[in-house]
């Protein structure tokens, strides 16, 4: 897939190309309006709320674990760990030692980004096949774990119920009333968006998708491997824990079931799904899935199964994605509309031409 | 003491069968180049398979399970071989496209057993009942039937691998693709030969720890995981270093499970994990980790 | 003092020697060439220098050691390199790989604690080398030659003072490899940039080096002035030897 990512928009010296309107931030965008203007369209749909709350906190998981995957080259499996321990740091925090609710956000955040780190250390040393060895190991360590760590605090088997939710001025937010858990989601979604946006469209943006293209080449021309796959992993640890931390406010629950393999298959789908290292696409993919999981409830053991032969289909038959096959309609029409379109747009929005 | 050494025993039992889930697993990347994160499942497949015949729908002995499953579990690795994996060899990020697809496959494979046989648990009787007094030890039949099944299909392994025409061959692909391709080895074949033989151990691991374990349709990815820490444990595409890493961390798991309760058998070995990596980043006898 | 020193530098893989116990010295603003048949150890050498190898023995530059140091830190130290098979980063245009070359190069210290400052401007360097017309080219879309001259712009990017042209005739026509040899001269001469390069071409490297190497088996064979050595009947004999195998 790797021939396939949009190029980089930015680099040294032309870096107000980030700002500069295109498709990756014209997308990004339309998405945030549109959600920001939803909750007056839907009013007091508590159900369809909730489904949107909950997309948002994993479209913001989705993109960061691609800024990882699709932009980085970095095979981190263990993704889903980062959520469960930010959600588990910032509810232990709250429910065992009596914290404010608020601070859980920052906990969340800092947990993330130490364990990332923490896992980085070792494992990108190592050649990348290593590291999605050791992630996934990671990650279905931590269940057992959680449940064995009833002496800590995590709640065992049956984790931790119920999490104090938020309070703004006094007023505790209660499930009954979605819309100010709405914007909070939203204003996190979009910080993530934000900072993802950025950390690709950037000077050190440059740097690990040089290293991702051809990594002995980029260190042979001054780029530290090490300094900046660890930035990354913590970039994306951060606002996976952090998400975490808010999903453990919201639903007022978590537990080892987080870490179950319908989470973790989701998010795969999510990610295929908008198009790895296709910024914004997972988290487009995010809603896409939560709302078709949604549709499938009624078919209950079988949506595990269609998910799994999801995945396996769109690996083989569309590894590009949604976003990729924008890329392909929009490279089509610019074919059609002759080459000076496509010469005028910068270079960042067309696709190199095919072999 | 003397139960000490019955436990010890049981490690060396089960250290032994989890070599032959790992070494299909570090041959399969080792020659193919494949990380098969299905594996797990193909060892659930093994152990359903095996009630199937055993005991859901028919009552056969274990001997000719053993004789019917095992080809099934062969040409099931070729299948998925042939058809998935494969059409992505000509894609430039072939490593990161196998490791999603084989997961998704373990989804899709996992509830497909859980939509046929449903979620409850199932178990395999015990091959053999009774046990036998050697020395004041007491081992129970199981045990020893186990230790000699998994004994064979290891000595089988070696001998295929070190004698015949298609083990020479695997063994040359893994140690230079080009190259053996050049001399005229049918690589494809070769991808799809080793596949079928990784999914057969995995099968035949998944019938002989079945008896010890519940099975559940997600119950491979423990396997699965086991199979990976052994691998990093020992170093990737190591046979030595898989052995030792087999034997060390299925004697932990006796000791864990008989001191503490198999559910902290999992924490432990990733803390032994941690620690081997700590001293030897590349695993016990992994050459050399980093690239290049 | 000399540029470049190795002393008794020995990497192994496994059983094998890839470099065994090599020693050299190099001065500032020397065409320095190395020749040898193929697993002789040539790249090896290259990527000990250039710190993706850490071997036994010592490297250093203008007395300072540098063996230990990762890759990134030895090119901020003014050692620059180019590949065998040039693999410019496939995503980005001609001008972008130079320029990742141009800030991440120049970012840390020279030996000497100063700060270089880098090229703001990138369109001498792309003329230099003759890639002008094809810098918002997208690389992928290049041949060799132009993979080869956009890899060694990039390095020249990063303000090297000594740079290592691994095999930089290799696989490109006649014409392409007179330019690339006139290219490497003017380096030497109008910038003052020390050279080393491994080359197969043996009319090539009498004709540009000052003094020559000969690898074999991971160690020295010769050393010296070029048309001495490429007429020692033990370098000959190596040279056709090793071609055979």
């Known amino acids: 897939m790797k021939r396939d990512r949009t190029p980089v928009a930015a680099l040294p010296g032309d870096r107000p190309k980030a700002l500069r309107f295109n498709r990756q931030n014209g997308i990004t965008l339309g998405l945030v309006v549109i959600l920001a203007?939803?909750?007056?369209?839907?009013?007091?749909?508590?159900?369809?709320?909730?489904?949107?709350?909950?997309?948002?906190?994993?479209?913001?998981?989705?993109?960061?674990?691609?800024?990882?995957?699709?932009?980085?080259?970095?095979?981190?499996?263990?993704?889903?760990?980062?959520?469960?321990?930010?959600?588990?740091?910032?509810?232990?925090?709250?429910?065992?030692?009596?914290l404010n609710p608020w601070w859980g956000l920052l906990a969340g955040a800092a947990v993330g980004a130490v364990l990332a780190v923490l896992l980085g250390l070792p494992s990108l040393r190592m050649a990348g096949i290593y590291i999605a060895l050791l992630t996934l190991a990671f990650y279905e360590v931590l269940g057992p774990l959680l449940t064995v760590g009833q002496a800590?605090?995590?709640?065992?088997?049956?984790?931790?119920?119920?999490?104090?939710?938020?309070?703004?001025?006094?007023?505790?937010?209660?499930?009954?009333?979605?819309?100010?858990?709405?914007?909070?989601?939203?204003?996190?979604?979009?910080?993530?968006?934000?900072?993802?946006?950025?950390?690709?469209?950037?000077?050190?943006?440059?740097?690990?998708?040089?290293?991702h293209d051809s990594e002995q080449f980029a260190q042979s021309l001054g780029i530290s491997r090490y300094k900046v796959s660890l930035l990354i992993v913590a970039i994306s640890g951060t606002l996976t824990g952090l998400m975490g931390a808010f999903y453990a406010h919201y639903t007022g629950v978590v537990s080892p079931r987080i870490l179950g393999l319908e989470v973790f298959i989701y998010l795969v789908v999510m990610v295929l799904l908008g198009g790895v290292g296709k910024f914004p696409g997972p988290a487009i993919g995010a809603f896409v899935v939560i709302f078709v999981s949604d549709w499938l409830r009624a078919f209950e053991n079988f949506r595990l199964l269609i998910f799994g032969a999801l995945v396996v289909a769109l690996v083989m038959l569309a590894p590009r994605g949604l976003m990729g096959a924008l890329d392909s309609v929009q490279g089509f029409v610019h074919h059609r509309r002759g080459r000076h379109a496509a010469a005028e747009a910068p270079a960042a929005e067309t696709d190199g031409p095919k072999p | 003491m003397r139960e000490f050494i019955e436990v010890l025993i049981t490690g060396i039992t089960i250290g032994i069968v989890y070599f032959l889930v790992a070494v299909g697993f570090t041959l399969c990347y080792g020659v193919g180049r494949v990380l098969n994160y299905s594996y797990g499942s193909f060892f659930t497949w093994g152990a359903y398979l095996a009630w199937v015949l055993a005991v859901g729908y028919s009552k056969l002995n274990y001997v000719l399970v053993f004789v019917i499953v095992l080809p099934i579990m062969f040409f099931l690795g070729v299948a998925v071989d042939q058809v998935l994996i494969r059409p992505l060899r000509k894609r430039p990020e072939f490593d990161f496209s196998v490791i999603l697809v084989t997961l998704g496959l373990a989804v899709f494979l996992d509830n497909l057993v859980l939509v046929i046989f449903g979620a409850r648990t199932k178990s395999l009787p015990e091959f053999l009942t009774g046990s036998v007094k050697l020395g004041g030890f007491t081992i129970s039949w199981q045990l020893i039937a186990m230790f000699i099944f998994a004994l064979v299909v290891a000595v089988v392994l070696f001998v295929f691998m070190a004698r015949t025409r298609t083990g020479m061959s695997m063994r040359a692909v893994a140690q230079d693709p080009t190259g053996a391709?050049?001399?005229?080895?049918?690589?494809?074949?070769?991808?799809?030969?080793?596949?079928?033989?990784?999914?057969?151990?995995?099968?035949?691991?998944?019938?002989?720890?079945?008896?010890?374990?519940?099975?559940?349709?997600?119950?491979?990815?423990?396997?699965?995981?086991?199979?990976?820490?052994?691998?990093?444990?020992?170093?990737?595409?190591?046979?030595?270093?898989?052995?030792?890493?087999?034997?060390?961390?299925?004697?932990?798991?006796?000791?864990?499970?008989?001191?503490l309760g198999l559910l902290w058998v999992m924490p432990f070995w990733f803390l032994v994990l941690f620690l081997v990596l700590l001293v030897k980043p590349a695993g016990l006898f992994g050459a050399t980790a980093r690239k290049g | 003092m000399a540029l470049l020193t190795l002393e008794h530098v020995t990497q192994r893989f496994g059983a094998l020697a890839a470099v065994n116990d090599l020693s050299f010295e190099l001065e500032e603003g020397e065409v320095f060439g190395i020749a040898g048949p193929n697993g002789a150890g040539k790249t090896t050498v290259f990527n000990l220098i250039s710190g993706f190898l850490h071997g036994s023995g010592r490297i250093l530059l203008?007395?300072?050691?540098?063996?230990?140091?990762?890759?990134?830190?030895?090119?901020?130290?003014?050692?620059?390199?180019?590949?065998?098979?040039?693999?410019?980063?496939?995503?980005?245009?001609?001008?972008?790989?130079?320029?990742?070359?141009?800030?991440?190069?120049s970012q840390g210290r020279t030996a000497d604690g100063a700060r270089r400052a880098p090229w703001k401007d990138l369109s001498g360097l792309i003329e230099f080398v003759g890639l002008q017309g094809k810098e918002d080219r997208p690389v992928s879309s290049l041949k060799l030659y132009d993979k080869k001259l956009t890899v060694l712009a990039s390095a020249l990017a990063t303000r090297p003072r000594l740079v290592m042209l691994d095999e930089a005739l290799g696989g490109l026509s006649a014409v392409e490899a007179e330019l690339s040899l006139a290219l490497l001269q003017r380096l030497n001469k109008e910038w003052g940039l020390t050279v080393i390069m491994i080359e197969h071409l043996m009319s090539a490297l009498t004709r540009s080096c000052d003094r020559l190497l000969i690898l074999n088996n991971g160690e020295a064979l010769r050393l010296g002035e070029p048309r001495a050595v490429v007429e020692d009947p033990a370098v000959i004999e190596c040279l056709v030897g090793g071609k055979r195998a």
């Open chain 1, 37 to 98: 203007l939803l909750p007056l369209a839907l009013g007091d749909s508590t159900y369809t709320m909730r489904l949107l709350i909950v997309s948002m906190i994993w479209g913001g998981v989705a993109v960061a674990w691609d800024l990882l995957l699709g932009y980085a080259g970095i095979f981190n499996l263990g993704q889903i760990g980062f959520f469960a321990l930010g959600a588990y740091a910032s509810a232990m925090l709250s429910q065992n030692a009596g």
């Open chain 1, 152 to 211: 800590v605090g995590t709640g065992g088997k049956r984790g931790i119920s119920p999490i104090e939710p938020y309070s703004i001025g006094g007023h505790t937010l209660s499930s009954g009333n979605q819309v100010p858990w709405f914007y909070l989601a939203l204003g996190l979604f979009v910080l993530c968006l934000v900072v993802c946006y950025f950390a690709i469209n950037s000077r050190f943006g440059a740097s690990f998708i040089a290293l």
């Open chain 2, 181 to 259: 391709r050049i001399v005229g080895i049918p690589l494809f074949r070769v991808f799809a030969v080793t596949f079928g033989i990784s999914t057969l151990l995995c099968g035949a691991g998944g019938i002989l720890l079945a008896p010890r374990f519940f099975m559940t349709p997600t119950g491979g990815w423990t396997f699965l995981v086991k199979a990976l820490i052994i691998v990093i444990a020992g170093g990737l595409g190591s046979l030595r270093g898989t052995l030792y890493a087999s034997f060390m961390l299925g004697i932990i798991e006796a000791i864990v499970g008989w001191k």
């Open chain 3, 62 to 105: 203008d007395g300072k050691r540098i063996d230990g140091l990762p890759p990134h830190r030895v090119t901020h130290l003014g050692i620059a390199r180019t590949f065998q098979i040039p693999q410019p980063f496939q995503s980005m245009t001609v001008v972008q790989n130079l320029r990742i070359g141009e800030y991440y190069g």
